[in-house]
């Protein structure tokens, strides 16, 4: 069965203080994984796409980066206004969308 | 230009109604594909409709349907609703689906609340 999981559930940092999500995955084949940030109220907006193993793409603060089994999402230096949920989502082999739980991210000032 | 347009943002219904609910895609946008969230259960992927085909299903009951209209919009509709059908449904545009480029733009969602 086609399954992601987002590790921590929540996170707390200070402002100026990096960090990673992770998304970790199990699927029959890999055609994309995505990430999104979604604010309360909100529906999800795209953040980037990934193919393959080994590429990378950055906007801003964050880096998103892929390997055969995990996906990160790199935090460097977050704002207050980076707090959000970011959710990460993967095409497996079967044409459907499989989201993971999504990571709770709150950065004090 | 304009967004997804979702409505009604807000709605409640009884166990055993049914409901129907809209969304208006990004102008120029083929793809349309719903999504039920839910604190338990997270964002979970309903179908997807392309050019007013169904393309691809989520694991769904077939009380959950859908459908797409010639101008792209489209409608989903839940019949005999449950208490667990309590949900933020989410629309999501783009101009080929999701197994393309991943680049998915959503409404604001409709909140149900099933009593």
């Known amino acids: 069965e086609d399954q992601v999981t987002q590790s921590p559930e929540a996170l707390r940092l200070q402002e100026g203080e990096s960090s990673s999500l992770n998304c970790s995955y199990t699927?029959?084949?890999?055609?994309?994984l995505f990430w999104y940030r979604q604010d309360p109220g909100k529906g999800p907006e795209f953040l980037f796409t990934l193919y393959s193993a080994g590429e990378e793409k950055e906007k801003e603060r964050l880096k998103a980066t892929l390997t055969k089994k995990e996906s990160f999402l790199h935090i460097t230096a977050p704002k207050p206004e980076d707090s959000a949920t970011y959710l990460c989502a993967l095409v497996p082999g079967a044409q459907k969308l499989v989201f993971g739980q999504g990571t709770r991210l709150t950065i004090n000032p | 230009k304009a967004g997804v347009t979702q409505t009604p943002r807000y709605l409640i219904k009884t166990r055993g109604q049914q409901v129907t609910l809209s969304c208006s895609p990004i102008s120029g946008h083929r793809s349309v594909s719903w999504y039920q969230q839910t604190p338990g259960q997270g964002l979970q992927f309903l179908f997807e409709?392309?050019?007013?085909?169904?393309?691809n299903k989520g694991n769904f009951p077939g009380r959950f349907s859908g459908r797409q209209f010639s101008n792209s919009r489209s409608e989903m509709n839940v019949s005999t609703l449950e208490l667990g059908d309590s949900a933020l449904y989410l629309c999501?545009?783009?101009?080929?689906?999701?197994?393309?480029?991943?680049?998915?733009?959503f409404g604001e969602g409709s909140r149900l609340t099933v009593l």
């Open positions: 409709y392309f050019s007013e085909t169904q393309r």
């Open positions: 699927v029959s084949g890999l055609r994309g």
């Open positions: 999501a545009s783009s101009f080929m689906g999701f197994s393309d480029t991943g680049e998915l733009f």
